[in-house]
């Protein structure tokens, strides 16, 4: 029985995850069980989908961006709507540029604006996180933010979902993990 599997940068990921959120003032850690998503990545998030959308259609859908920002040199461009935010992050895959990175916030969608492809949206509650992706996922709590993290065996793709107090979806990032795997 194979206790579980990661893609090829999943363990950089985790391991990048378990020395940067571990307390450095010696309180423990408790190690939780890894539990991953049924079925293939959730690769879609906004109406983009990470690694295939290229930034021109991006650009074309949702016009010139409220803001750029240019962290670690690699673009991020911020659109704000009312009652959402959403954040691009490109990356130049070989002859164009794509999204490697998708964020939106907000407390309830707007059209397909903070809608995952799967149909999780702002405002769902935890059991829609856990019926649409498979699996008990636990909430995490680190420095007072509630997160879920919807990682899949055998990739790097992961979907990291920010709750409210009552277990509302109020925020989602889309990571892709390898833009140049096929």
């Not at 985790?14 to 003032?25: G, I, K, R, T």
């Not at 690699?74 to 990356?91: D, H, I, M, N």
Request: glycine share 10%; with cysteine.
């Amino acid at each position: 029985m194979k206790l579980f599997s990661i893609g090829r940068f999943g363990a950089a990921s985790l391991l990048a995850l378990a020395v940067f959120a571990c307390p450095a003032s010696g309180q423990q850690v408790n190690v939780v069980h890894v539990e991953f998503a049924r079925g293939k990545p959730d690769t879609m998030l906004s109406g983009i989908d990470v690694c295939n959308t290229p930034m021109w259609k991006v650009f074309e859908k949702l016009g010139h961006p409220d803001r750029t920002d240019h962290p670690r040199n690699q673009p991020a461009f911020t659109w704000e709507r009312p009652g959402v935010k959403l954040v691009v992050s490109e990356y130049t895959f070989l002859d164009g540029l794509v999204p490697n990175f998708v964020q939106v916030s907000g407390r309830v969608p707007v059209g397909e604006i903070g809608r995952t492809g799967r149909g999780l949206a702002l405002g769902a509650t935890l059991n829609d996180i856990r019926r649409i992706y498979g699996g008990q996922f636990p909430v995490d709590v680190y420095r007072g933010v509630r997160r879920v993290s919807v990682l899949w065996e055998n990739s790097s793709d992961a979907l990291y979902i920010t709750l409210d107090k009552n277990d509302r979806v109020v925020g989602m990032e889309l990571h892709a993990g390898d833009c140049n795997s096929p």
